[in-house]
């Protein structure tokens, strides 16, 4: 191959050389010095709801007609996906205007204290609280942080809740009659006497998507309030109270009876919540546990499938049996958006009452605005109307004044699964989560 | 030309290369360089993702190296590339010895094989979570592979497969073989192709047996071909996680963790982000370790 003469390539190539190095340093200036943000007639949302995007869409055109300004929705799942996406971003400064924060209230305050979420408190109190008090509180309650709150946030409202969500049982009618049971079950001891009935008939009593830990938390923690109350259940969290009492125990020891009794569909815990949903559907088990979402996705699978919806039953009587329920959905408004104000006019009326009936019509959800309930009840699903009775027994971890620590609630819930497949007993879970937990105290934590 | 025009002009040239260089090596440090040295710096800390970060020293190794749960991970991790290493490359190579052979339909063979290794680890994971279901519904079973043992007379061996402790890495391991066979098996196909069919026919002249051509002949030849798909096997399933997912969703308690899904865990489950980093520093070293050693011996074998 002939080389090209020094001075010839020379030439060129210092030439070039120049022209690239010039370029690259147009170009590092321009991406280091790109303006910021200015305001538009454009706002951006961010969510995870495939089930609501269309819906959104769809009001986000309306919204435009209405008033000029254009709702850019993008969609982002699944989500625990859409969750890192969301951290990762805050980290990059390039948070939408309008965006969920899926993670506890722990992180929720890390938000705020790093100035990523505006304070609505204002907007939601302007008109003497119009805002405010057209949303359901516990819905509310969410992204509410009252004075003097132990994650040193100012005290205040940081989120629009645009629906409200609980989880119970569900139960199919169908089967239950199948194995002559004529109406749901009220008690425990009902329960698995219908559990039993319902194996005798060769049909698998009960599912749930114990594969996802955070639903053997709702479950577990709906039974902890039924057999110790909230005090005793925070007195733990505070780190007052151990995992190995008696009554934590006897929490554990309902998952054990639960296996023992024959109640639990086969290969419960790694099953995912969408597997469990199918089984249902499909009328592969009886019982289900499962949030007030799974209407809509029942819906979808199975539009025949007859079936109700009831409290888990009560062991005992000595403290209510709560419920995990609330904010479905909450938005955030990026506090650095130089559209900050038209993102809140936006999810203002984005909660109004009109708005609300559509979203709860279209997506088969619990509207978060209290006038639009009882329009969307008339339209929906009467299974919707039970799950709204739901609400007044509901409580969330968002809304307790003390939440337990991450890697202690994960031992806890695996703890359960090992219980179910027969590893460990409940009273070696209790043992091992409390080593945990005195482990975790002692760090601070 | 002098010295000095002449290291001019090598100092020209070689700015010049560097030029052609720079923007793959920006590339690579923006997206790879920069977040390894990001993970070391945030393994020393205790970070939640978001807000502050406290700098706590070497505390995430310290706690890591008691962390029973993360070494019973990697015993995880190394019982599975046993199996991919055995199982899986033994069918892959028996496979490309058959088709190495003048048999009929050997293209399609070829393609048949080839389809595992290029669907979605997703796919195979929701596939083989259909065909392991252990659930029945009106007396029959739904997995179809459950349906098969019962109908063939074996209800005896019916087994909730992905549920049981005893089970459910053994089965993990088996999908996951069945998922990477095919990457061996043309890797290997591609290699027994290569050696010179005058050395088969030298060994039968000298009344060599077919078990004799392959000792002597055939895996001679084919070693370094072997110890790239040995690393190749061992890389991929140290760090297999996506099939886990799939299949057993957070896990079967700890029973199926391995390293990713532990660090995963870490991160996603308990918003332990420094300590998610201390896990990955760590296990990138191990797998460093691993390979260099893989490289070594692989060296060694060339020699031989």
Same mark, same amino acid.
């Given at each position: 191959?002939?080389?090209?003469?020094?001075?010839?390539?020379?030439?060129?190539?210092?030439?070039? +050389?120049?022209?690239?190095?010039?370029?690259?340093?147009?170009?590092?200036?321009?991406?280091?010095?790109?303006?910021?943000?200015?305001?538009?007639?454009?706002?951006?949302?961010?969510?995870?709801?495939?089930?609501?995007?269309?819906?959104?869409?769809?009001?986000?055109?309306?919204?435009?007609?209405?008033?000029?300004?254009?709702?850019?929705?993008?969609?982002?799942?699944?989500?625990?996906?859409?969750? +890192?996406?969301?951290?990762?971003?805050?980290?990059?400064?390039?948070?939408?205007?309008?965006?969920? $924060?899926?993670?506890?209230?722990?992180?929720? @305050?890390?938000?705020?204290?790093?100035?990523?979420?505006?304070?609505?408190?204002?907007?939601?109190?302007?008109?003497?609280?119009?805002?405010?008090?057209?949303?359901?509180?516990?819905?509310?309650?969410?992204?509410?942080?009252?004075?003097?709150?132990?994650?040193?946030?100012?005290?205040?409202?940081?989120?629009?809740?645009?629906?409200?969500?609980?989880? +119970?049982?569900?139960?199919?009618?169908?089967?239950?009659?199948?194995?002559?049971?004529?109406?749901?079950?009220?008690?425990?001891?009902?329960?698995?006497?219908?559990?039993?009935?319902?194996?005798?008939?060769?049909?698998?009593?009960?599912?749930?998507?114990?594969?996802?830990?955070?639903?053997?938390?709702?479950?577990?923690?709906?039974?902890?309030?039924? $057999?110790?109350?909230?005090?005793?259940? !925070?007195?733990?969290?505070?780190?007052?109270?151990?995992?190995?009492?008696?009554?934590?125990?006897?929490?554990?020891?309902?998952?054990?009876?639960?296996?023992?009794?024959?109640?639990?569909?086969?290969?419960?815990?790694?099953?995912?919540?969408?597997?469990?949903?199918?089984?249902?559907?499909?009328?592969?088990?009886?019982?289900?546990?499962?949030?007030?979402?799974?209407?809509?996705?029942?819906?979808?699978?199975?539009?025949?499938?007859?079936?109700?919806?009831?409290?888990?039953?009560?062991?005992?009587?000595?403290?209510?049996?709560?419920?995990?329920?609330? @904010?479905?959905?909450?938005?955030?408004?990026?506090?650095?958006?130089?559209?900050?104000?038209?993102?809140?006019?936006?999810?203002?009326?984005?909660?109004?009452?009109?708005?609300?009936? $559509?979203?709860?019509?279209?997506?088969?959800?619990?509207?978060?605005?209290?006038?639009?309930?009882?329009?969307?009840?008339?339209?929906?699903?009467?299974?919707?109307?039970?799950?709204?009775?739901?609400?007044?027994? #509901?409580?969330?971890?968002?809304?307790?004044?003390?939440?337990?620590?991450?890697?202690?609630?994960?031992?806890?819930?695996?703890?359960?699964?090992?219980?179910?497949?027969?590893?460990?007993?409940?009273?070696?879970?209790?043992?091992?989560?409390?080593?945990?937990?005195?482990?975790?105290?002692?760090?601070?934590? | 030309?002098?010295?000095?025009?002449?290291?001019?002009?090598?100092?020209?040239?070689?700015?010049?290369?560097?030029?052609?260089?720079?923007?793959?090596?920006?590339? !690579?440090?923006?997206?790879?360089?920069?977040?390894?040295?990001?993970?070391?710096?945030?393994?020393? =800390?205790?970070?939640?993702?978001?807000?502050?970060? =406290?700098?706590?020293?070497?505390?995430?190794?310290?706690?890591?190296?008691?962390?029973?749960?993360?070494?019973?991970?990697?015993?995880?991790?190394?019982?599975?590339?046993?199996?991919?290493?055995?199982?899986?490359?033994?069918?892959?190579?028996?496979?490309?010895?058959?088709?190495?052979?003048?048999?009929?339909?050997?293209?399609?063979?070829?393609?048949?094989?080839?389809?595992?290794?290029?669907? #979605?680890?997703?796919?195979?994971?929701?596939?083989?979570?259909?065909?392991?279901?252990?659930?029945?519904?009106?007396?029959?079973?739904?997995?179809?592979?459950?349906?098969?043992?019962?109908?063939?007379?074996?209800?005896?061996?019916?087994?909730?497969?992905?549920?049981?402790?005893?089970?459910?890495?053994?089965?993990?391991?088996?999908?996951?073989?069945?998922?990477? !066979?095919?990457?061996?098996?043309?890797?290997?196909?591609?290699?027994?192709?290569?050696?010179?069919?005058?050395?088969?026919?030298?060994?039968?002249?000298?009344?060599?047996?077919?078990?004799?051509?392959?000792?002597?002949?055939?895996?001679?030849?084919?070693?370094?071909?072997?110890?790239?798909?040995?690393?190749?096997?061992?890389?991929? #399933?140290?760090?297999?996680?996506?099939?886990?997912?799939?299949?057993?969703?957070?896990?079967?308690?700890?029973?199926?963790?391995?390293?990713?899904?532990?660090?995963?865990?870490?991160?996603?489950?308990?918003?332990?982000?420094?300590?998610?980093?201390?896990?990955?520093?760590?296990?990138?070293?191990?797998?460093?370790?691993?390979?260099?050693?893989?490289?070594?011996?692989?060296?060694?074998?060339?020699?031989?």
């Amino acid at each position: 191959m002939r080389k090209l003469k020094w001075p010839y390539t020379l030439t060129v190539s210092r030439r070039c +050389q120049w022209i690239a190095l010039c370029s690259c340093l147009i170009l590092v200036f321009f991406v280091g010095c790109s303006q910021s943000p200015r305001p538009s007639n454009k706002i951006i949302l961010w969510h995870w709801m495939t089930d609501c995007n269309d819906t959104f869409l769809k009001l986000a055109q309306q919204y435009k007609q209405e008033t000029g300004i254009e709702v850019v929705v993008r969609l982002f799942a699944p989500s625990d996906s859409y969750s +890192q996406m969301i951290i990762a971003a805050a980290q990059a400064h390039v948070l939408p205007d309008i965006y969920g $924060i899926l993670n506890t209230k722990a992180i929720v @305050a890390d938000f705020i204290k790093a100035g990523l979420v505006a304070d609505l408190t204002d907007d939601m109190n302007a008109n003497g609280g119009a805002w405010a008090n057209s949303l359901f509180d516990k819905a509310l309650a969410d992204k509410r942080f009252e004075q003097g709150n132990i994650y040193g946030v100012k005290g205040g409202i940081y989120g629009v809740p645009i629906d409200v969500t609980n989880e +119970q049982m569900l139960y199919n009618k169908k089967l239950l009659a199948k194995a002559g049971i004529t109406s749901p079950p009220r008690t425990y001891d009902e329960f698995i006497k219908d559990a039993q009935a319902l194996n005798r008939v060769g049909i698998a009593p009960f599912v749930s998507g114990w594969g996802e830990l955070w639903l053997i938390d709702c479950f577990a923690s709906n039974y902890a309030f039924n $057999i110790m109350g909230d005090d005793k259940i !925070f007195s733990t969290y505070y780190g007052q109270t151990k995992y190995t009492d008696p009554d934590w125990i006897k929490v554990f020891s309902v998952f054990a009876d639960l296996r023992d009794k024959g109640v639990l569909i086969d290969g419960i815990v790694t099953k995912g919540n969408k597997y469990a949903e199918q089984d249902f559907a499909l009328e592969r088990a009886a019982f289900a546990f499962n949030g007030s979402w799974c209407v809509n996705v029942y819906h979808d699978m199975n539009p025949n499938l007859d079936y109700g919806v009831m409290p888990p039953p009560a062991i005992g009587r000595a403290y209510p049996l709560k419920i995990w329920g609330g @904010a479905g959905s909450s938005f955030v408004v990026n506090a650095n958006s130089p559209n900050k104000d038209k993102a809140i006019a936006f999810l203002k009326w984005l909660t109004e009452r009109k708005q609300q009936v $559509i979203l709860a019509r279209e997506t088969n959800k619990l509207p978060s605005n209290k006038e639009a309930l009882k329009e969307a009840l008339l339209a929906g699903s009467p299974v919707l109307g039970e799950f709204s009775k739901g609400m007044n027994q #509901s409580t969330h971890p968002t809304i307790w004044p003390v939440n337990e620590d991450p890697l202690v609630t994960q031992a806890f819930d695996k703890g359960i699964q090992a219980i179910i497949i027969g590893d460990k007993t409940p009273q070696q879970v209790a043992e091992d989560v409390q080593n945990l937990k005195d482990r975790q105290m002692a760090r601070g934590n | 030309m002098n010295s000095k025009a002449k290291a001019a002009a090598i100092y020209k040239d070689n700015l010049q290369n560097f030029f052609f260089v720079l923007p793959a090596f920006v590339i !690579f440090c923006i997206f790879y360089i920069y977040p390894f040295l990001n993970m070391i710096f945030l393994s020393f =800390h205790e970070w939640k993702g978001i807000g502050l970060m =406290h700098f706590i020293g070497l505390q995430n190794y310290k706690e890591l190296i008691g962390d029973n749960l993360w070494w019973d991970s990697m015993v995880h991790a190394g019982y599975i590339t046993l199996i991919a290493l055995t199982f899986q490359n033994a069918l892959a190579f028996a496979l490309a010895l058959a088709c190495d052979r003048q048999i009929r339909m050997k293209r399609f063979y070829c393609m048949v094989f080839f389809i595992p290794p290029v669907l #979605s680890e997703v796919v195979v994971g929701l596939i083989w979570n259909w065909i392991l279901n252990p659930e029945m519904q009106a007396g029959q079973h739904i997995g179809l592979l459950n349906h098969l043992l019962f109908s063939s007379g074996l209800p005896q061996m019916v087994h909730n497969w992905l549920g049981d402790p005893k089970t459910a890495l053994t089965t993990i391991a088996i999908v996951h073989s069945w998922k990477g !066979f095919g990457w061996g098996f043309i890797m290997l196909l591609a290699g027994l192709q290569t050696i010179d069919k005058q050395l088969y026919e030298a060994a039968k002249i000298d009344g060599a047996g077919a078990w004799q051509t392959f000792i002597n002949v055939t895996i001679p030849m084919m070693l370094p071909v072997i110890l790239v798909v040995m690393i190749l096997t061992i890389l991929g #399933s140290m760090q297999v996680f996506v099939l886990i997912l799939s299949m057993v969703n957070e896990g079967l308690v700890n029973h199926t963790d391995v390293p990713v899904t532990r660090i995963l865990s870490s991160m996603t489950g308990t918003d332990r982000f420094g300590y998610a980093c201390a896990e990955a520093v760590i296990f990138g070293m191990i797998l460093v370790c691993v390979s260099f050693m893989m490289k070594k011996l692989s060296d060694r074998v060339k020699q031989i």
